[in-house]
């Protein structure tokens, strides 16, 4: 299945927790297939596959837009093992189109997850890469982020956020 759209703020499925993966199957695989020419579509720093409309505990992580010589990481049954320190940065979200605030998140982050090979890493990020995992690893618990957003951030967001959801 090719081409499966971005889900947008909405959409029920966004609030629902994925399931881990069990088996790197041939629909894992078409699935990270169309995270990725996704992502690469939208220019974006990650996706998780909820976006995407499929419950699996997977996501993708490209700094390539901010830093020429990352390449896409592919996180499957991810676990954030540790977090430290903290920053304030502007985030926004492939479901959020037009939606940026700057949000306080922890500057640093252990994860450990499968990749596409099913074989298991351990990564220590830091800044946006750090922001990106937490992003998209909040997304596999149906966590969004606004709800991250300070009750003025979420007011000012609050017309946007309406416009959105009656578009879906
Ligand atoms: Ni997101």
């Known amino acids: 299945m090719a081409g499966r759209p971005i889900v947008t703020y909405g959409d029920p499925v966004l609030r629902e927790v994925s399931k881990p993966v069990e088996e790197i199957t041939t629909e894992v695989k078409d ?74 998140r922890p500057e640093r982050v252990k994860v450990k997850a499968l990749d596409e090979n099913g074989n298991e890493f351990v990564m220590e990020a830091e800044g946006v890469a750090a922001r990106a995992i937490l992003h998209e690893n909040d997304h596999l618990e149906g966590v969004l982020f606004i709800d991250h957003f300070s009750a003025l951030g979420r007011a000012l967001a609050d017309r946007k956020l309406k416009r959105l959801t009656k578009s879906v």
């Open 31 to 104: 699935l990270l297939a169309d995270l990725k020419a996704a992502l690469q579509k939208a220019n974006g720093l990650g996706l998780s596959a909820v976006q995407l409309g499929v419950l699996l505990r997977i996501f993708i992580v490209d700094l390539s837009v901010v830093d020429i010589t990352a390449e896409q990481k592919v996180f499957i049954n991810p676990e954030i093992m540790e977090t430290a320190g903290s920053s304030e940065f502007e985030e926004g979200c492939l479901s959020f189109p037009g939606i940026f605030q700057r949000l306080t």
